[in-house]
């Protein structure tokens, strides 16, 4: 580093903050947690969760606390994204944003809280129009999330804890937006060992008859080249 030249005391010094865009599977679509901004800049404007990171906290500990502060929801599976960082994205001044990506299963609730007027679940194929560069920041997490979902098992973050290979497979093809063969999907997912077996049905899923519920193993390896196993 180069110390030769020291900032100047009144140099402006760019500000910290993380933003998580948290994606559920609800009503057979792929939906995005947002709260209402109550404050400007962008008040009243629909945004991503997020905030400015303390001085005595890590990134994921400050998006952690800016998730459960604005909506509610805490302990999920979280994963760093992207850093957004163009000179203009803030009003306010410079300001760099860590994203990250959380991912919850349908029977976590929402509630808003600390600066955020409203949090509602909105589809992630129709949007409002959202504050700063949220866009921006959504559209790469779904292409994120697609192209994680190909090669590793974090889509079963989505899922219940046991689930039948439909409801499987559902999730599969609403996150992806395709559609695909049943019997290559179920023949392939089983191959790859990564699911196990329940004593348990989920009953009149098709034709009135039960369901078997399988849940995925945590011992399982998570690299499972999905694109390989649904052609």
């Known amino acids: 580093m180069d110390t030769s030249h020291p900032l100047p005391p009144d140099a402006e010094r760019p500000l910290l903050a ?5 994606f559920s599977l609800r009503q057979r679509d792929l939906q995005l947690l947002l709260v209402r901004r109550r404050y400007p800049p962008f008040k009243g404007r629909w945004a991503i969760p997020g905030g400015f990171v303390h001085v005595a ?7 952690r606390r800016e998730l459960e502060e604005e909506t509610g929801v805490h302990a999920v599976y979280l994963e760093q994204l992207y ?3 163009e000179p203009r994205r803030d009003p306010r001044g410079r300001v760099i944003s860590v994203a990250y990506v959380a991912l919850v299963p349908a029977d976590v609730t929402a509630r808003a809280g600390d ?4 949090a509602d679940w909105h589809s992630a194929h129709a949007l409002p129009a959202l504050a700063f560069d949220h866009a921006e920041i959504v559209q790469y997490a779904l292409q994120r999330l697609r192209y994680k979902l190909e090669y590793t098992a974090v889509g079963f973050e989505l899922l219940p ?10 999730a599969y093809e609403t996150v992806l937006g395709e559609r695909l063969d049943k019997r290559n999907f179920r023949r392939r997912l089983l191959e790859a060992g990564i699911l196990e077996e329940t004593e348990r049905y989920r009953e009149g899923e098709s034709q009135g008859r039960p369901a078997r519920l399988y849940r995925y193993r945590r011992d399982a390896v998570t690299e499972v080249k999905a694109r390989r196993l649904f052609p």
């Open 161 to 170: 804890h046991e689930f039948t290979l439909s409801e499987l497979q559902a």
């Open 57 to 63: 906290e890590s990134l994921e500990q400050a998006a």
């Open 115 to 118: 600066d955020a007027a409203q």
């Open 83 to 85: 850093t957004f960082g």
């Open 18 to 22: 993380v933003d998580v865009v948290i």
